[in-house]
């Protein structure tokens, strides 16, 4: 409706890298319209010296590379954190932005609230209060977040990087002077 409303002629979908559902809903709108369509996905990020990052193509695993008693940050979101069953072994504390809706599901863990950005500083500080050994994080690319990952370097924290599945929706560009470049066509 608001596609028709507002008389839209094309759709360039650029959701967050892990927002499946979100883009494949958007695809086939797109599609049932006879809009054309393009997905952006931001570049991932890539370690740099200093950085000691695990590469998952699952959270589930995360438990692999996790010692007994270690503090994980899961930097993951709401929804995967069912995959995380299997920690048991560690303390996990899971950051989210808005308050959740009951208690941790599991006893070795909690919930910390923060809305976003987060400075450099602010994670580094919370990282050693919190005395975090791990921190497990999707990789969402774009600089906005990843002050987390550059305060993990600073402190010699290993991540575990979630990455991102390939992008299924069709074309998918991930140069934004392309999607810049496809977008103004349509403007």
């Known amino acids: 409706a608001f596609l028709k409303r507002h008389e839209i002629r094309a759709v360039l979908d650029a959701t967050h890298p892990f927002a499946h559902q979100i883009t494949r809903r958007s695809h086939d709108i797109a599609r049932e319209m006879g809009l054309p369509y393009m997905r952006f996905e931001r570049p991932a990020w890539q370690p740099g010296p200093g950085d000691h990052w695990i590469s ?11 010692a007994p008693d270690a503090v994980v940050f899961l930097a993951t979101g709401r929804q995967s954190l069912p995959k995380f069953a299997n ?8 950051r989210q932005i808005d308050p959740p809706e009951g208690a941790f599901p599991w006893p070795n863990g909690a919930y910390l609230i923060g809305r976003p950005p987060f400075s450099m500083a602010d994670e580094e500080a919370l990282f050693r209060r919190l005395s975090v050994d791990v921190l497990v994080v999707k990789n969402a690319g774009g600089a906005a977040s990843r002050t987390k990952l550059d305060a993990a370097r600073a402190l010699g924290l290993k991540v575990l990087m979630i990455e991102r599945p390939p992008c299924t929706a069709r074309p998918c560009l991930s140069e934004r002077s392309l999607a810049e470049a496809w977008l103004a066509q349509w403007t």
């Open 56 to 66: 998952l193509h699952d959270e589930s695993e995360a438990a692999a590379h996790i």
């Open 87 to 94: 920690l048991g072994h560690a303390q996990l504390i899971c």
